[in-house]
């Protein structure tokens, strides 16, 4: 006789089959298979357990009592086993469902936010995964699904659709330029607390085009980190070079409108060969449609 449990568990779909129908020609029907294919598997399964099954006669087969009890464990089974697939593949759903984005900390802290909201009442079979990083998520290796960036991606296989601008000015809290004073032109600056950089000189550089020459200790806050610096002028410590869409968030107010500052371009970048993805492909389109919204003047 086999060792116990030495057989095939893929004959027992047969083997099930033909208990449920009474017969090989209707299981077989069932099953689409032929009638000689399931006979085999019956005899194969017999053979490996080293037992009859079924008792042949006019009617057809007839299950012996191991057979009745065999059957009532091996559809136990089927059914933990269905079980089992029908988890997997709400897994599967559920995992294939999760988009990552990549964003610099600003545009994940105030920009991405309201518009991931909208997508998600649209959508709320989505899962969000929100990378808050400025160094540049790799695309390739998958770090990310979608990322916005405000540099041109140039690598190979990565599509990318400039999407708009961030606009840039200069902002207060209110209740510092209540206190202070709202200045009216350039030069009144010199009386007011700023908040930059600490050792970065793109600020510096950009007012010094502008006509107002600084240098590092003209600020009183210095901080390298763009969430630090909007915090500070947020706390009221000064005044600060920020995105439109920061300090709209924030609730801050704009001063000297009229400044002629630069606007930082705002990238779309994808994966050429996820863009297949229904999931990614719909956050895509859908971030593509509110950022040029939210970003056009």
């Known amino acids: 006789m086999a060792a116990a449990?030495?057989?095939?568990?893929?004959?027992?779909?047969?083997?099930?089959?033909?208990?449920?129908?009474?017969?090989?020609?209707?299981?077989a029907q069932a099953l689409r298979s032929s009638q000689p294919t399931l006979g085999r598997h019956v005899a194969q399964l017999e053979q490996q357990l080293g037992v009859s099954l079924f008792e042949r006669g006019q009617q057809g087969l007839l299950p012996t009592p191991l057979a009745q009890r065999l059957a009532a464990q091996a559809q136990a089974m089927a059914h933990g086993a269905s079980e089992v697939g029908r988890m997997l593949e709400a897994h599967r759903s559920q995992a294939a469902a999760a988009v990552r984005i990549s964003a610099g900390h600003l545009a994940a802290c105030h920009l991405l936010p309201p518009m991931l909201a909208r997508l998600r009442e649209r959508h709320p079979d989505l899962a969000i995964e929100l990378v808050a990083t400025d160094a540049v998520s790799d695309l390739l290796r998958r770090e990310a699904d979608i990322a916005v960036r405000m540099a041109r991606p140039v690598q190979a296989g990565i599509v990318a659709r400039?999407?708009?601008?961030?606009?840039?000015?200069?902002?207060g809290e209110r209740g510092y330029l209540r206190r202070r004073g709202e200045p009216r032109e350039l030069s009144e600056l010199m009386g007011h607390d700023l908040v930059g950089f600490d050792r970065e000189d793109a600020l510096l550089r950009g007012l010094a085009r502008m006509g107002m020459k600084l240098d590092r200790e003209a600020f009183v806050v210095r901080c390298d980190d763009k969430p630090a610096q909007c915090a500070a002028v947020r706390a009221g410590m000064g005044l600060g070079v920020m995105a439109a869409f920061s300090a709209k968030a924030e609730g801050l107010q704009q001063v000297l409108a009229d400044l002629p500052m630069p606007a930082m371009p705002v990238w779309l970048a994808v994966h050429r060969e996820v863009r297949s993805s229904p999931h990614i492909r719909r956050v895509y389109d859908f971030l593509r449609d509110e950022l040029v919204a939210a970003l056009t003047p």
Do not use: K
């Open 162 to 171: 400039r999407v708009g601008a961030a606009r840039l000015g200069l902002y």
């Open 5 to 27: 449990g030495a057989f095939d568990w893929s004959l027992m779909r047969s083997f099930l089959a033909v208990i449920e129908h009474g017969s090989l020609g209707r299981a």
